[in-house]
């Protein structure tokens, strides 16, 4: 998929239809409820392997960066949209987020943003010394 655009935003509030936490040893379980979330919104196979695997890369920043737990909600207004947080240190979005071109890989990561951004239609990222909050989004063909 193309560069999500960044000049709107995703909706934060709707149909609810799922919400859990999660650590390392809920990342199956969540990946599953994911998956079967993403058959009854309409995706096709291959839009579910993309946003399956967009959402585990979030998942697992959050293991790696964000403090080891975090939560995630998948709602649905219009479009699929995810959200997930964690209680982690933060750090400055704008240097993954912004590339239009694959960085290069590193040791300590980088790329999962980018790559999460290739394959949804919309990515944001708010981040602070807090924690951070990264919604994307796919346009669906179903109700949920």
Same mark, same amino acid.
């Given at each position: ?30 990946? $599953? ?11 096709? #196979? ?9 959402? $585990?890369?979030?998942?697992? $920043? ?16 219009? #479009? ?16 993954? @987020?912004?590339? @239009? ?36 989004? @796919? ?6």
């Amino acid at each position: 998929m193309a560069v999500p655009p960044r000049d709107h935003h995703a909706p934060t509030a709707g149909r609810p239809l799922f919400s859990t936490s999660f650590a390392l040893t809920d990342l199956a379980r969540v990946r $599953n409820e994911v998956e079967a979330v993403s058959r009854r919104c309409g995706l096709d #196979q291959d839009e579910i392997e993309d946003w399956v695997t967009a959402v $585990n890369e979030l998942l697992i $920043n959050v293991i790696r960066h964000g403090g080891g737990k975090g939560a995630i909600r998948l709602l649905l207004d219009g #479009q699929l949209t995810c959200e997930v947080t964690d209680q982690g240190p933060g750090f400055d979005a704008a240097h993954y @987020v912004a590339r @239009v071109e694959r960085p290069p890989l590193s040791g300590t990561g980088g790329m999962g943003l980018w790559v999460v951004g290739q394959m949804t239609d919309y990515l944001f990222v708010g981040s602070g010394p807090h924690g951070t909050t990264i919604r994307i989004a @796919v346009r669906t063909r179903g109700d949920g």
